[in-house]
């Protein structure tokens, strides 16, 4: 049977929920900061994250409030896209509403099958459909995210320098529908 992808409004499902979570603590420190040094799913400062826990709990509280799109291989969510469906990047003069992605996991076994580049196929049918941007943030050393973003038309619209750190910057995206 060929990867499923589904749409949530807001995630509910307790086994979905639980796959979301395996994700995410399985691939916390993939993330820099690590998603469990951090308060919220759109922080700003990715410097000075907090003492974190051993688990991203506080994050996943906040990524379960959002939209998403799992991809789902017999029932198992081996990858998911979180995003916010009304963020207003405010560091921009324009104050545009956008589509804002703030997770994007794929399971290890199943990168380089094109499964971040469809959910974010699924993402700009969304887009679309509602009139907005779509926008994401990664940092500079994130050499995967980057080669999808590049590949699907987003621009670069802000670089904060070492932004996570020594020599890792904070990249900002945005694809104008």
């Keep these: 049977m060929p990867i499923q992808y589904r749409f949530y409004e807001t995630l509910t499902d307790s086994a979905l929920l639980e796959g979301v979570w395996d994700l995410l603590y399985r691939y916390d420190h993939e993330f820099i900061p690590p998603l469990s040094a951090r308060e919220h799913t759109d922080q700003s400062d990715l410097t000075n994250g907090s003492a974190g826990t051993q688990e991203p709990k506080r994050?996943?509280?906040e990524l379960k409030e959002q939209s998403c799109w799992l991809a789902e291989d017999q029932e198992?969510?081996?990858?998911?896209?979180?995003?916010?469906?009304?963020?207003?990047y405010e560091d921009r003069d324009d104050h545009v509403d956008t589509l804002y992605v703030t997770t994007v996991i794929v399971d290890q076994t199943y990168r380089g099958q094109g499964i971040t580049t469809h959910l974010y196929a699924e993402l700009e049918r969304i887009a679309k459909q509602r009139k907005r941007p779509m926008?994401?943030?990664t940092?500079?050393?994130?050499?995967?995210?980057?080669?999808?973003?590049?590949?699907?038309?987003m621009q670069e619209i802000k670089?904060?320098?070492?932004?996570?750190?020594?020599g890792v910057d904070t990249v900002y995206y945005r694809k104008d529908i």
């Design 59 to 61: 994050y996943f509280e």
């Design 76 to 88: 198992r969510v081996i990858g998911f896209m979180s995003f916010r469906p009304h963020y207003v």
């Design 135 to 137: 926008m994401t943030r």
């Design 139 to 153: 940092w500079s050393t994130n050499e995967g995210h980057i080669r999808v973003l590049n590949k699907i038309s």
């Design 159 to 166: 670089r904060i320098k070492d932004g996570r750190g020594p």
